[in-house]
Every structure is written in structure tokens, then in C-alpha cells.
């Protein structure tokens, strides 16, 4: 069994005495990042060369060679550390080649319009012309007759020039050390020179035997962050396809917006599906949520808002970018809430995995089985539906024990009974009449009498599909 890894951002902070000193250096580096990246632009011929041979080719044109050569195009800037120039370097090397690469895209996909276009013009010029006097068009004529958007395709949504060259600074083994025991050296360059300072910081426990990579420093506001990349080795990094193969039992799992967040189940080697588990908590996250928006509601109502003027409030206001959304902090800490309950509930799904002994995780793919259009309420926003944030969240720490999470069309899954196949109607009491098109109903009943939750329903149901198409096809 190969051996493989998984590799986590940790985001710890920083506590520090001078937070100039963090801000005076990345506004170094970000020049330094601009002066490299006017550079390349001068030159697009070289983005055929590998990064790291690029990397090469542009430090030879701006530092002082060994024999003394002085360089094409000196850099303007005194004493910049080795690594700190090159993390520069790299990052203005990421950021035209993913400039270039979105306006070649565009310029290919605008292409294909065009001659798209012309085909349909050509063929209407042909089919109601016959007469070959008339048929003599002009080159300017013919131009007249394309639609808008050929004749002014150069300038629909071309990508732009990056408005700001900025990114958070990546920092290389020269440019930090000590890193152990809750504290860390930093270099950090004060207005004047360069001065190694030792930083001690917060942050939840790394894991033993793993492997701590190049961090990033993230200023935010008076918030300084640092990003760190965590490498660990994971023992089973066989395939879905090769677990399949041998036969390893599985957990299906339904995403609800109801009280149950998740709902589990253990498909067995035979294909019966057992151990049901409920994973409760989406009470607690509506109450939360409940709180934070009427904040935001009052907020709204203080001696400085004008009383003819508008202001969206509630679920209207999460349309608003957030830079300029009124209450700010409050639907920012709805957002880290909702990021709580998504992370809280994809563990519990991960060590239930692991208790069951399953190596598969089966959850339900969401991006093309839901109608966004006509379900709002699975729409993107920091309000939304937070299956998508658990299913994302379950397939990173699945990978990082050990298993494999991945996702199935639910098909028929919250409309047919597991037992029989046959359509369901659902209620929430008993005292309701069971239909078919009851929203949120969160028990169920089939025609032969079969009834039970709605969730676990769905759960087995994606299970015995993922069977029926894999497993039983692998038998």
C-alpha cells in the first residue's frame, strides 16, 4: 500500500510590538513585486521558460554579476535579502502568467464568437440573395451587417491589468528561523535596515511527525496572520476506483437544512445499510444567525442614519459587497459561524467513518443536482445553504486520515422510499397530511406503509445507488 500526503493551511497569529515594521515590509516587497512584473512585461517571450529557469533569468538582468558585470537593469532598491527578492520574484511571476493565460483564454474564446458570427451572416447573405447582381456585398457592406458584438468584441470582457500589484509575503527558510516552542524569528525590515525579531504566537497545536513549509504573513488591519502550510503523510492513499474494487464498506451521507445538518449511514459489503447516525446542530446555527441579523436591523436605526434614506438590512443586504455593507462585523460573524458548524459537523462525519471502519465517504453532488435559479436559498452567499461548506470541508480531512471522500448524484434519493422504490409523501407531525411537494418535511410515508425520517431516507438512498453502480457492476 503506497504511501501518500495531505498538505493543510494552519492560520495562526501573530503577536507583535510593531506593526509598521510588518507594513513598511510588505510595502517593500510589493515594490519590489512591481518592479519585477513591469519587467516580464517587457519581455512575454520568456514566459517559455520553466519558473524556476524564468526566476533565473531575471535576477541575472538586475543584480551585479560575479565578475563584476553591472547589471542591464539594476534593481532600485538597497540590501534586499536574497530569499525576499526571489519570493518577489515568484510572485510576479504567478501573477502575469495567470494574467496572460485569462487573456489568451479570452482571446480564444472571442475568436470562436467571431467566426461563429460570420457563419450566421454569411449563410443569411447567401439564402436570401440568390440574384447575382445583388450578390456582389461590399466588404464594407457585409461589415455593416455583424452584429454589435463582433464589431466591438476587442473590448467585451477583456481581462484587465492588475489594478493593484500586491500579495501577502512569502517568507523562505533565509528569512525566518527558530520556529518552535510558540514563537518565531522573523526579518523584517524597520524604515531603516533589516532586523531579525522574535515573535511569539497563537494558534491551535501543529501535528506531531508533520511537516511545517514556507509560511505566509497576512496583514489584516491590525491583525497580523501567519499562513502555514502543514505536510503530512498519509498511509492509504489508495484510489476510490481500487477500494471499490476491493470490496470496502462505505458511509453515505444526506445534507439537510433542517435540525439533522448531516445524516450518516454505513453501507455494508453486502449492501445493507446500517448504523444510522444524526448529526444535530442546525437549530442552534438558525438561532445564531437569527441574533446576528436583528443586530444588524437595529444597527441600522442609530441617530446617524438618514431617515429618507433606505438602507438594506437582513438577507437584502448580503447582495452588498462586503466592503461596503452596513453592520460589516456582524455578517462577518455570520459568515464564521456558519464556517464553524460546516467544520464541527465534517469532523463528526470523518470519525464516524473511522469508527464504522469505511474507507469510502459518499456524499451528494450538489452543483448540478439543485436548480439555483429556482431554490434561492442554495445560493452562494455567507448565508447560504451550508451542505456545500460541509461536503467541501469533509473531503480535505477525510484525505488526511486516510479515506477517500467523494460525491454521487442523488438520484430519486429525497423522492422514492429506500425499501420499496416507491414515490414518498413527507410531513413533520402527525397531525399534517403527508404530500409529495411538503418542503422541509422532515418524516416521510410510502404507499406500503413504510415511514421514517426523510434524511436517512435520502441517505440510504444515495448509498444503494453508489452500490448498485459500482459495487455491484465491480461483482
Not at 519587467?39 to 533565473?56: T, V
Not at 437549530?283 to 436583528?294: M, S, T, V
Not at 455570520?334 to 470519525?351: F, G, L, N, P, Q
Request: aromatic share 12%; with cysteine.
Amino acid at each position: 500500500m503506497s504511501a501518500g500526503y495531505a498538505i493543510t493551511t494552519y492560520k495562526i497569529q501573530l503577536n507583535y510590538k510593531h506593526l509598521d515594521w510588518f507594513k513598511q515590509t510588505q510595502s517593500l516587497f510589493d515594490a519590489v513585486l512591481a518592479f519585477y512584473y513591469k519587467l516580464l512585461e517587457k519581455q512575454p517571450e520568456a514566459l517559455s521558460l520553466s519558473n524556476q529557469n524564468l526566476l533565473r533569468h531575471l535576477e541575472l538582468q538586475t543584480i551585479k554579476q560575479r565578475d563584476g558585470t553591472p547589471p542591464e537593469t539594476p534593481l532600485p532598491f538597497e540590501k534586499i535579502p536574497l530569499y525576499f527578492r526571489r519570493a518577489a520574484i515568484n510572485a510576479a511571476i504567478s501573477m502575469y502568467r495567470s494574467y496572460v493565460g485569462k487573456l489568451k483564454a479570452w482571446q480564444e474564446g472571442q475568436e470562436k464568437e467571431v467566426d461563429s458570427e460570420k457563419l450566421i451572416v454569411d449563410s443569411l447573405g447567401t439564402e436570401s440573395q440568390s440574384d447575382s447582381d445583388i450578390n456582389q456585398i461590399g466588404d464594407a457592406d457585409l461589415y455593416h451587417n455583424y452584429p454589435l458584438s463582433t464589431v466591438n468584441y476587442q473590448l467585451k470582457g477583456r481581462p484587465s491589468r492588475p489594478r493593484r500589484l500586491h500579495m501577502s509575503m512569502l517568507y523562505y527558510k533565509g528569512m525566518y528561523k527558530d520556529f518552535a516552542d510558540g514563537s518565531i524569528l522573523l526579518k523584517l525590515y524597520t524604515g531603516k535596515t533589516w532586523a531579525w525579531v522574535k515573535h511569539r504566537y497563537t494558534g491551535r497545536p501543529f501535528p506531531k511527525n508533520a511537516e511545517l513549509m514556507s509560511p505566509t504573513i497576512v496583514i489584516k488591519k491590525k491583525k497580523v496572520m501567519l499562513h502555514i502550510p502543514v505536510k503530512e503523510i498519509v498511509e492509504d492513499s489508495r484510489t476510490a476506483k481500487e477500494r471499490v474494487k476491493q470490496n470496502e464498506k462505505f458511509v453515505a451521507v444526506a445534507l439537510t437544512g433542517s435540525d439533522s445538518l448531516a445524516v450518516c449511514t454505513t453501507i455494508e459489503a453486502d449492501g445493507r445499510a446500517t448504523a444510522p447516525y444524526f448529526i444535530k446542530g442546525g437549530k442552534e446555527l438558525a438561532h445564531r444567525r437569527k441574533l446576528l441579523l436583528g443586530y444588524t436591523k437595529r444597527g441600522n436605526a442609530g441617530k446617524d442614519t438618514p431617515r429618507l434614506i433606505t438602507q438594506p438590512v437582513g438577507n437584502a443586504a448580503l447582495s452588498v459587497p462586503q466592503e461596503h455593507r452596513p453592520n460589516k462585523k456582524y455578517y462577518d460573524k455570520i459568515t464564521r459561524v456558519t464556517d464553524h458548524y460546516a467544520h464541527e459537523v465534517s469532523r463528526k462525519i470523518v470519525d464516524y467513518a473511522l469508527k464504522q471502519g469505511a474507507k469510502l465517504i459518499v456524499l451528494p453532488e450538489l452543483k448540478e443536482s439543485f436548480d439555483q435559479a429556482k431554490k434561492l436559498y442554495l445560493g452562494k452567499t455567507p448565508y447560504d445553504f451550508i451542505g456545500r461548506r460541509i461536503a467541501r470541508y469533509v473531503q480535505y480531512k477525510a484525505w488526511q486520515q486516510g479515506l477517500v471522500a467523494m460525491t454521487s448524484k442523488p438520484y430519486y434519493a429525497s423522492t422514492r422510499c429506500y425499501h420499496c422504490d416507491a414515490p414518498i409523501a413527507k410531513h413533520n407531525t402527525e397531525y399534517q397530511n403527508p404530500s409529495s411537494n411538503f418542503y422541509g418535511g422532515k418524516n416521510f410515508v410510502c404507499k406500503e406503509g413504510h415511514r421514517g425520517s426523510t434524511a436517512l431516507n435520502s441517505a440510504r438512498n444515495l448509498g444503494k445507488g453508489f452500490y448498485e453502480r459500482f459495487y455491484a457492476g465491480a461483482a
